[in-house]
């Protein structure tokens, strides 16, 4: 190991100790702990101790590497005074966005007044965000109403003649392509017969429809 990672050792040891291996810092991780995350990450100063980032996270800090890289992006885009805050009142990433207007690098204001971020005004702090949270949230958009579904259309129901008239029609096709074919001498009287007895009731039939007329 070289003077330079050693010294990187020695630094990230020192912090570690103070640390105590993360604990505790799920809920309350100080500005300085999400600065340190991101200088490890950033610089790559964890592969002093030959690990990966992953496992740097999971045996030296003793979290997860997704928590690590979201106190990072939680830094990143609040900046340092969200955790100022949140070390003093709970507020949840989202709800801090709804708030961020309202926040300054050492207060919040509210209500006409700036309420300094310190621990002596957590009771005022916490009344402070619940109420604009309420604001908030009041104030935005009212979701867009659903479109209404298309109305399904209607099925119009089938008519059973249809199907019954193309099977009349495929088996006079069907009686053709036999006669086409040539028939023995039984099978042309058998035929004479059906076909005598299928001409009487269609012919039965044709009438009933013209007295609908």
């Known amino acids: 190991m070289n003077a330079g990672n050693f010294d990187e050792a020695i630094e990230l040891g020192a912090w570690l100790g103070r640390k105590q291996a993360f604990n505790g810092m799920a809920g309350r991780c100080s500005a300085a702990d999400a600065h340190c995350l991101l200088s490890m990450r950033r610089e790559k100063k964890y592969k002093s101790f030959g690990l990966t980032w992953d ?10 590497r997704s928590l690590a890289d979201k106190t990072i992006r939680l830094l990143e885009e609040f900046g340092e005074t969200y955790f100022h805050l949140t070390g003093l009142i709970p507020i949840a990433p989202d709800d801090y966005r709804l708030i961020a207007g309202s926040v300054d690098a050492d207060a919040v204001r509210h209500g006409g007044e700036a309420i300094a971020i310190a621990p002596q ?11 604009l949270r ?3 949230r009041l104030a935005l958009p009212a979701p867009a109403p659903a479109a209404p579904a298309e109305p399904a259309a209607a099925r ?9 008239v193309g099977r009349l029609q495929d088996a006079v096709a069907d009686i053709e392509r036999l006669l086409a074919n040539g028939l023995g001498h039984y099978n042309r ?3 004479t017969t059906v076909l005598g007895g299928a001409s009487n009731r269609l012919g ?3 009438r009933e429809l013209l007295e609908y007329r």
């Not at 496992?55 to 979290?63: A, H, P, T, V, Y």
């Not at 005004?121 to 109420?131: E, G, I, M, Q």
């Open 189 to 191: 009287s058998a035929l």
């Open 121 to 131: 005004n957590a009771v005022r702090l916490a009344d402070a965000v619940k109420k």
């Open 134 to 136: 309420q604001q908030a």
């Open 204 to 206: 039965h039939l044709n």
């Open 156 to 164: 119009i129901p089938e008519d059973p003649m249809w199907p019954a």
């Open 55 to 64: 496992d740097f996270c999971s045996q030296r800090l003793g979290i997860s």
